[in-house]
Antibody, heavy 123, light 108 residues
Framework: EVQLVESGGGLVQPGGSLRLSCAAS????????MDWVRQAPGKGLEWVGR??????????EYAASVKGRFTISRDDSKNSLYLQMNSLKTEDTAVYYC??????????????WGQGTLVTVSS | DIQMTQSPSSLSASVGDRVTITCRAS??????LNWYQQKPGKAPKLLIY???SLQSGVPSRFSGSGSGTDFTLTISSLQPEDFATYYC??????????FGQGTRLEIK
């Protein structure tokens, strides 16, 4: 059974840092791209960023709203995904989901999601 | 960025109704369109990928169609467990990946 379990959320002051983790199990983690998606309270879904797999050199992509502040990394030996968040702003307050990326031909989609971890940025 | 616009933003319907939700992209995205269902306090769940392919385990009353800029999600006969918020998502080649604003489906 595929499982994704996020951790590391909490309350942080504006300008602070936080590192989220996502522990994966039930599939070959190293084969897959992995994404972070967030959802502000009462709002819609916002894609945060992606890390590709080793075959694609672990390259990353980011939303403009987080580029230069957030860093996505992975440790395939630990089946884990990370999101390092620096210079946090109040508008980064959200539930953060990790999501597995799968492909159908060239169409990528998020077929499994974690339960989410809440990050609150407030003084 | 590719903008995704869903209509309606909210919808009231009854059990047994046929419901259609529309998603329009600001430029052609071929069939790079996915649909998700989200219930309160839960993670999104993939329903449809590549515009019309049903995700494993999803009931056949859900279907998707469209290509280019216009897409639809149809629920053929609403069940009580279908009341939720639905999002479309484009995964065309250019970043960022973007979602529609969501359609909240409520019980009439």
């Amino acid at each position: 059974e595929v499982q994704l379990v996020e951790s590391g959320g909490g309350l942080v002051q504006p300008g602070g840092s936080l590192r989220l983790s996502c522990a994966a199990s039930g599939f070959t983690f190293s084969d897959h791209y992995m994404d972070w998606v967030r959802q502000a309270p009462g709002k819609g879904l916002e894609w945060v960023g992606r890390t590709r797999n080793k075959a694609n050199s672990y390259t990353t992509e980011y939303a403009a709203s987080v580029k230069g502040r957030f860093t996505i990394s992975r440790d395939d030996s630990k089946n884990s995904l990370y999101l390092q968040m620096n210079s946090l702003k109040t508008e980064d307050t959200a539930v953060y989901y990790c999501a597995r990326v799968s492909t159908f031909g060239l169409v990528l989609h998020h077929d499994y999601w974690g339960q989410g971890t809440l990050v609150t940025v407030s003084s | 960025d590719i903008q995704m616009t869903q209509s309606p933003s909210s919808l009231s319907a009854s059990v047994g109704d046929r419901v259609t939700i529309t998603c329009r992209a600001s430029q052609s995205i071929s069939s790079y369109l996915n649909w998700y269902q989200q219930k309160p306090g839960k993670a999104p769940k993939l329903l449809i990928y590549a515009a019309s392919s049903l995700q494993s385990g999803v009931p056949s009353r859900f279907s998707g169609s469209g290509s280019g800029t216009d897409f639809t999600l149809t629920i053929s006969s609403l069940q009580p467990e279908d009341f939720a918020t639905y999002y479309c998502q484009q995964s065309y080649s250019t970043f960022p990946i973007t979602f529609g604003q969501g359609t909240r489906l409520e019980i009439k």
